[in-house]
């Protein structure tokens, strides 16, 4: 496990799959299109991502979703040659839906609803005799489950409780196993934050009654020093050597108290033991992100081919478009604190990033920025004025809104999100969280740049955002057309250390 967290990035709720094919491993969205992104490894070390579920609005119907709405915790499974993708679309979605697929990479199916499941994070199981089990969480209540009919969607039977949980606090995240003659509930408890934690029960037959593990919690950072917290929302995966391995969410906050997670829920791996029949996993260690260099030339016609690129609740190609000159965004009068903004994003992957963008503005008014919510997020708009292009970087938290304005001259303009980590030390603003620089300049390099502004990134981490997402990086038009020329996304990370020898 050179790499940890193997998904750098917003990509929580991970499930997982063992095929002839490697493995297959899928993330919440939430309000994001194409949503449910695949991924694919054949060691679980090196990972692809090769599609998603949702490549259009219809499947997840999340149009009108407020933050933090939408695609919620998927299951993955795999059964004689059939995917099945079973998720929440909350908030006002199509609810509890069932997608299937022969291709994990796509093209997946319009979704089978199932109206029974009036729940989050569905999970997917079968008997010995082919019975489909539905298992969800409905809080404040235990943890759920019902009979269906696949093929339908109708329910065989009424949702009844199955297990309440060890005693944490709202138990959800449920998956259900069957090894070795028991079958195991695994669920998480605590909350997404600093108290996350997976639990596990099990019992002789699929629908219980499920005894709780005597060692539970299986697994949580809560109270320790360990670089990853919020430790929790696990699924299982058998390995061929016999081994099990465990895939989970984490965060990983930054600065000299790790108060603050500039990238939001990451996917992690970890190994399990089996002892006396129940499963022991230990934290899981940081291995940091490999290095890596970006870049997209859009003046040669390029398109959105990359499956990174995303969109706030449409696809990016209802608003962006290929040309001779550059990747070309239609404005439509909505900025980032509006629910549909035109912008198009990838996930911010590295604690240190550099992302750039050679845009033309002399049609319209857009530029670079950082989202995390309708409330949260911070960039550059650039608007064209003959000679002249005035750049303002703008800031905005909770219904704050702080702008800085400057002028650099006419042409295309370079505009830059510059994040490096905190000071490790007790220097000054280690306590925060990681250094912003917004940064503008002629394209040309004619004349020398202008720092807008430098921010805190406390205050767009996942601690203070609470949007259950993470950052995504991308360019935007408000007004007009805005032409990409260029585009650029460079990271590095450096493997964060325990703050002290309890965590393990």
Not at 75 to 90: A, E, H, K, N, P
Not at 326 to 353: C, D, K, Y
Request: hydrophobic share 35%; proline share 9%; glycine share 12%.
């Amino acid at each position: 496990m050179n790499s940890n967290p193997i998904l750098p990035g917003f990509n929580p709720d991970p499930s997982i799959v063992s095929t002839p094919d490697g493995y297959y491993l899928v993330t919440s969205s939430f309000e994001y299109l194409p949503g449910l992104p695949v991924y694919h490894s054949p060691d679980l070390e090196h990972w692809e991502l090769v599609g998603h579920v949702a490549t259009r609005e219809e499947q997840a119907g999340i149009a009108n979703v407020p933050t933090p709405g939408g695609v919620w915790a998927p299951t993955l499974r795999y059964r004689d040659g059939v995917f099945y993708l079973i998720v929440s679309v909350f908030l006002g979605g199509r609810g509890c839906v069932l997608f299937t697929a022969t291709d994990p990479s796509g093209p997946w199916s319009d979704g089978t609803v199932i109206g029974a499941v009036d729940g989050i994070d569905p999970d997917l199981a079968w008997d010995e005799e082919g019975t489909a089990y539905v298992t969800f969480a409905r809080h404040p209540d235990a943890i759920q489950q019902v009979r269906v009919d696949l093929e339908t969607g109708e329910a065989l039977e009424q949702p009844r409780a199955l297990w309440p949980g060890s005693g944490l606090y709202s138990p959800e995240g449920p998956h259900l196993y069957r090894r070795d003659g028991w079958w195991y509930l695994l669920a998480a408890e605590g909350g997404t934050d600093r108290g996350h934690a997976v639990t596990v029960a099990r019992s002789r037959r699929p629908d219980g009654p499920f005894e709780s593990a005597p060692h539970n919690p299986v697994l949580t950072a809560a109270g320790t020093g360990s670089p990853i917290q919020n430790t929790g929302h696990a699924d299982l995966v058998e390995l061929p050597d016999g081994g099990t391995a465990m895939v989970l969410l984490g965060v990983r906050p930054v600065g000299l108290a790790r108060s603050f997670s500039p990238l939001g829920r990451e996917t992690f791996l970890t190994e399990v033991e089996w002892v006396d029949g129940w499963p022991h996993a230990r934290l899981p260690q940081p291995g940091g992100t490999p290095p890596e260099e970006l870049g997209y030339d859009f003046s040669h016609g390029e398109g959105l081919a990359d499956p990174r690129w995303i969109s706030v609740r449409r696809v990016p190609g209802e608003f962006a478009s290929p040309t001779s000159k550059g990747l070309l965004i239609r404005g439509e009068g909505n900025t980032l604190s509006s629910r549909r903004p035109s912008f198009v994003a990838q996930r911010q992957r590295h604690l240190g990033m550099e992302f750039r963008a050679v845009l033309d503005v002399s049609g319209g008014t857009g530029g670079v920025a950082v989202r995390n919510a309708e409330d949260n997020w911070f960039g550059i708009e650039a608007a064209g004025d003959g000679a002249s292009i005035r750049v303002t970087a703008r800031a905005v938290v909770a219904g704050f809104d702080r702008t800085w304005e400057a002028t650099v001259p006419g042409g295309d303009v370079e505009l830059a999100v510059i994040a490096s980590p905190p000071p490790s030390d007790f220097s000054a603003g280690a306590v925060g969280g990681d250094r912003i620089r917004l940064r503008a300049q002629p394209a040309d390099g004619t004349t020398d740049g202008v720092v807008l502004a430098e921010l805190d990134g406390r205050h767009w981490a996942f601690e203070t955002a609470k949007a259950f997402t993470g950052r995504t990086a991308g360019v935007f038009a408000v007004h007009g057309e805005v032409l990409v020329r260029r585009l650029s996304y460079s990271g590095v990370d450096e493997p964060l250390q325990p703050l002290d020898s309890r965590a393990s």
